[in-house]
């Protein structure tokens, strides 16, 4: 069973910075998507960032040219770098994994990102 760790949340003033990473437990090849997710309180999990196996990464509107979604094979890991953090920036961000053959859409479990003065 595939395990997606996330880590580097924490808090942060507005205009700061946060990387998360998020390490698997096999090697990302195995998937044909990874991505970020995000909860806000009282809202939908909406999605944040896509680096798909093929193509170009993909960035919800809110976050484009602030946050950049990255891998490094070598550790089986995904980031997400967040630069000019807002406070409707704040959510529980997830990690995701979906594979197509044999079928995978696995979760990490959250990492919590909170931006305030």
């Not at 798909?52 to 979604?69: E, Q």
């Not at 980031?79 to 406070?87: D, F």
Request: glycine letters at 10%; aromatic letters at 12%.
């Amino acid at each position: 069973q595939v395990q997606l760790v996330e880590s580097g949340g924490g808090w942060v003033q507005p205009g700061g910075a946060l990387r998360l990473s998020c390490a698997a437990s096999e090697s990302v090849f195995s998937f044909n998507d990874m991505g970020w997710y995000r909860q806000a309180p009282g809202k939908q999990r909406e999605l944040v960032a896509v680096y798909p196996r093929w193509g170009s990464r993909i960035y919800a509107d809110s976050v484009k040219g602030r946050f950049t979604v990255s891998r490094d094979n070598a550790k089986n890991t995904l980031y997400l770098q967040m630069n000019s953090l807002k406070p409707e920036d704040t959510a529980v961000y997830y990690c995701n994994a979906k594979r197509a053959d044999p079928s995978l859409d696995a979760w990490g479990q959250g990492t919590l990102v909170t931006v305030s003065s």
